[in-house]
């Protein structure tokens, strides 16, 4: 499986930006898939994660209410709306499938089996 990573982008802190992450071969709609951010010199974190289906979504606190997850399983694209954007989210986002084939999501990076390339988002002030 390949992950395809894009969307990233500059923009003002209260703007909002979705990030697209497409899989190229595997079976994208078994997949649980999640977003994960690396800050500049901090390290991996979790931002959210859906499964295979999209009936249950899951999230990190800082993202809460701001970010949505979504999928379409007939594209085997995975999509990370983020609106009320904050200096704070400047991060390289990855996206991130976990081939077990469970509907148990978490926050942990171990599970995942396959990584995107990462797509800058920086949140100017």
């Known amino acids: 499986v390949q992950l395809q990573a894009s969307g990233g982008g500059l923009v003002q802190a209260g703007e909002s930006l979705r990030v697209s992450c497409t899989a190229f071969?595997?079976?994208?709609?078994?997949?649980?898939m999640g977003w994960f951010r690396q800050p500049p010199g901090a390290v991996r974190e979790f931002v959210a994660a859906?499964?295979?289906?999209?009936?249950?979504?899951k999230y990190a606190d800082s993202v809460k209410g701001r970010f949505t997850v979504s999928r379409d399983n007939a594209k085997n694209t995975v999509y990370l709306q983020m609106n009320s954007l904050k200096p704070e989210d400047t991060a390289v986002y990855y996206c991130?499938?976990?081939?077990?084939?469970?509907?148990?999501?978490?926050?942990?990076?171990?599970?995942?089996?396959?990584w995107g390339q990462g797509t800058l988002v920086t949140v100017s002030s």
């Open positions: 991130a499938a976990d081939e077990s084939y469970s509907d148990y999501l978490t926050a942990k990076i171990t599970p995942y089996d396959h």
């Open positions: 071969g595997g079976t994208f709609s078994g997949y649980i």
């Open positions: 859906i499964t295979s289906s999209g009936g249950s979504t």
